[in-house]
């Protein structure tokens, strides 16, 4: 067989103990280290618990109430407002409820904890160019591994269940926040950071009073792709336990009932949409001040 | 000495080359180096060259130039918005170059303002809201920052639109607010990159009297940059003449419309009304009063305003006294006409030449 048939790939043995060292390895460590891990988790799973807790103790006309409150001080717009309503009417009347209010909850911190990593790892890129040229390859590997590869991991570390879920789709929807809130400061009219400077803002007052406000509406499209892509990974994620939307989904494949997938299927697309327009129409919202244009 | 309200400010031997490696071509342009060679060579931009200007406490420095001469470069220089390549500027005797972080910082809120040639105001922010800029940062309290705000607001004619939104504002209302922000922060030094440019001349000469009747009572330093020489010799005690970054002329109004160094500047002078512009002290004879004069004059007064007083008075010589009714000196109707008029029968004496 000549050399160019077929690529001179590593010896079949090598290889194989070479990918069993390395599980080895990662094995070990997770045996020894697992116990911190999960301790470090601790208050998340407490966050997780308690937001589901919330959600599906409160009585559902309270949450259906809420929710259009939200819906309509987020949006203020009245088609919006009320096809939320009429979204989790159909959602509860479907017997969806349950489900609904659990992925809803895992939604709710997971785009919480993205947030709160998300938005200060952007800020930070935007202020060094090294920091920005390290991290956007790790944010485009984030973005392209396929789901299901970083679970492996995930449950070798800390097995199944609520806190792997998030883990997962953490990694897999945060890339769009840091992206964005670096974009959305570094885009910031260098003019009027000059007079913040010229007046002597310290550099947290420059943040908060200028780079901040004038990048929100960037952020905010920012936080708006996080949640979309958090709620296209409810599904994969329930594949090691989270509850919610996701589960039916997959007993819906694996015993071809095709309903069964289109209902909770619809009912996921209806959150989205509900999550989508109320975080655009805020974020439209929010730049108000540039929607009456002088003539010019 | 230090006083509250006066700062003087002092730029020596300041240098600006634009690029990545400005400061190895120092030694170059130093030898002689021209804006245009650095720019063809080594597409390095010179911004400014030997620099060399003081400016006295409570005096008014007019920056004059055409667009591209340096002049936002070098008023930026002032706050230190733009680091020097080399050279120092000293306030009041200290080098804002060699300020630390948080001196500096103290230094821009409290000793200066600076109004911008495009406004630069905070878009997401109402009109009182930017007018308080200043104050929020240096943390006064709420009501003093509010009555302020509202007193500058007032006084540049924007009362009623204290919370409309810059865009909502046309340009030379924008620019008030940048003059009320800046007049807000009360600070001894006032940086104004073409503050007027954008303003009707009625509301611009408003804006010139609220800056002269300001430096009555205040006596702030202010450097003013304008494209408007009859401007800059109604505000200026001295003017500069910047041309591709370096200075071509220092001096008062009377200087530099009687002594044009160069071309480049009888140019920017040619158009001026002289008889508005030099006062009777530059034509004057100094000495004993003429003996038949019937006229007084002030020193201050207007060749204008002479002309017409001995032609009413139906003289050809008059008197001039001084600040304390003393006399000083004398002046002739012959004197003051010539001055007026000399600039215009050069040049028409110049363009006949050549067209002959
Ligand atoms: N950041 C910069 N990088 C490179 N070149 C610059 C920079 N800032 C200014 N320059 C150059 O410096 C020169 C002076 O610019 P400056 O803005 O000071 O002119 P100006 O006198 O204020 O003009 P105008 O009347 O149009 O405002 C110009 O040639 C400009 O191209
Ligand atoms: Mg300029």
Redesign the pocket.
Known sequence: MAWYDEFPAMGRTELRDLKNAIDKGFRAWTREHGGTVEAIFEPIKDLLIWSERLLLNTPWPIILIAITAIAWFGSRKIPITVGTLLTLVLIGYFDMWEDTMRTVSMMFVCTLVSIVIGIPIGIAMSKSNLLERMITPVLDIMQTMPGFVYLIPVVMLLGIGKVPGLLAVVVYAIPPIIRLTNLGIRLVDKEVLEAADAFGSSSWQRLKNVQIPLAMPTIMAGINQTIMMALALVVIASMIGVQGLGQPVLKAIANQQFTLGVFNGLAIVGIAIIFDRVSQAYGKRLQSHSEVVHGN | METETAESIEIRGLY?I??RRAKSYIDAVKNGMG?QELQEKHGH????QDINLTMPAGSIQVVM????????????HINRL?DPTVGEVLVNGEDVCKMNTRALRNFRRHKTAMVF?KFALLPHRTVIDNVVYGLEIQGVDKDKQQTEARRWIDRVGLSGFEDNYPNQLSGGMQQRVGLARALTNDAPILLM??AFSALDPLIRMDMQSVLLDLQKELRKTVVF?T?DLDEALRLGDRIAI?RD?AVVQEGTGQDIVLRPADDYIENFVKEVNRGRVILVESVMKEGPPAANATLELGRDTQLESAARAMTQSNVNVANVIDMNGECCGQVTMGDTVAAMVRQDDESEDGEQARSA
């Not at chain 2, 130039?65 to 930026?76: C, D, E, F, V, Y």
């Open positions: 600006k634009f690029g804006k931009v010179l911004g400014l130039g055409l667009s591209g001469s340096g002049k936002s470069t070098l008023i930026r733009i040639q990159d073409e940059i494209h910047l970054g």
